[in-house]
């Protein structure tokens, strides 16, 4: 077990960001998260965490797909004050971070996002991952499953993801994974690239759109400067940024910023009784 103290990062937070579809609530203070094969569970009691993993793979793997390294109160701090609705935003959601989570787990699952809510994304990941991924188990001796790799999805008859809820997004999952499998994306050349090229490549793929495209780059590739924009963020911009959001002062995060708006439009304008409390 590792034990950090932290500030902000809250994994509450983090899980209902709408940014990764395989991290679950198991009890009142611990997550889990299954990603690149590995499985964690993360207890949380105010600033301090406990991370089910030893030191050594909690350096290399976790403390870079959690971001910990980065200063995120830094980014807090630049909000420019005239504008309470980024405040306001910022302080609801102050424990988000932004993954760095797999590639082409990234692109498959924001393939299935579209036109979707994230409780049937997430059964529509898991359907997927339990018919084809990889068994493990975890140190609980439960089992759970990787994410399939392109080759394995990829020459599936196009349809054949409808057996696990996906609908019409069955053919975008499997056309990109062929894609993918066949060599037509190099999605080791697309890591190297720089956030507008990337882009540029990932829009090539059958299904990717602009929004999907962005998601990518932020959730996948870490690209901060992405600004995906959905319906929650479309809301936002009508009736708060007339004008559009102000990226220029946030050069270089405005994903960050994003994240905080989408947060509070999906979750504080239903209403946070402590959060009304707190103001």
């Known amino acids: 077990m590792v034990r950090k103290t932290m500030d902000y990062f809250d994994i509450r937070q983090i899980c209902d960001s709408g940014q990764c579809f395989r991290m679950v609530q198991r009890d009142a203070r611990t997550y889990s998260v299954i990603a690149a094969g590995r499985y964690l569970e993360i207890e949380q009691s105010g600033k301090e965490c406990m991370f089910s993993c030893g030191e050594e793979e909690f350096e290399e793997y976790w403390k870079g797909y959690f971001d910990l390294e980065r200063d995120y109160g830094a980014y807090m701090e630049t909000a420019n004050p005239k504008d309470e609705y980024l405040v306001k935003a910022i302080r609801f959601g102050e424990g988000i971070r932004i993954l760095y989570q797999d590639l082409w787990e990234m692109t498959a699952s924001f393939l299935i996002s579209q036109q979707n809510n994230i409780v049937r ?159």
Not at 122 to 148: D, L, S, T
Not at 210 to 237: N, R, S, W, Y
Not at 240 to 260: A, L
Request: proline share 4%; with cysteine; glycine share 8%.
């Open 121 to 279: 994304i997430r059964k529509c990941i898991q359907n997927i991952c339990e018919q084809y991924g990889e068994e493990r188990v975890n140190f609980r001796g439960e089992r759970y499953y990787m994410f399939p790799q392109p080759e394995v999805l990829a020459f599936l008859p196009e349809d054949k993801l409808k057996e696990c809820n996906l609908g019409y997004r069955s053919k975008y999952v499997v056309r990109t994974a062929r894609s993918i499998a066949e060599g037509k994306m190099d999605l080791a050349a697309v890591r190297n690239m720089p956030y507008k090229e990337a882009k540029a490549e990932l829009l090539k793929l059958y299904g990717v759109g602009e929004k999907v495209a962005d998601c990518i780059c932020l959730f996948g590739l870490h690209h901060l400067e992405a600004f995906p924009v959905d319906t929650h963020i479309l809301q936002a911009l009508k009736k708060h940024y007339k004008r559009g959001f102000p990226k220029n002062r946030y050069k270089g995060y405005e994903g960050v910023m994003q994240q905080y708006v989408f947060y509070w439009e999906l979750k504080g304008e239903k209403g946070n009784v402590s959060f009304i409390k707190k103001n």
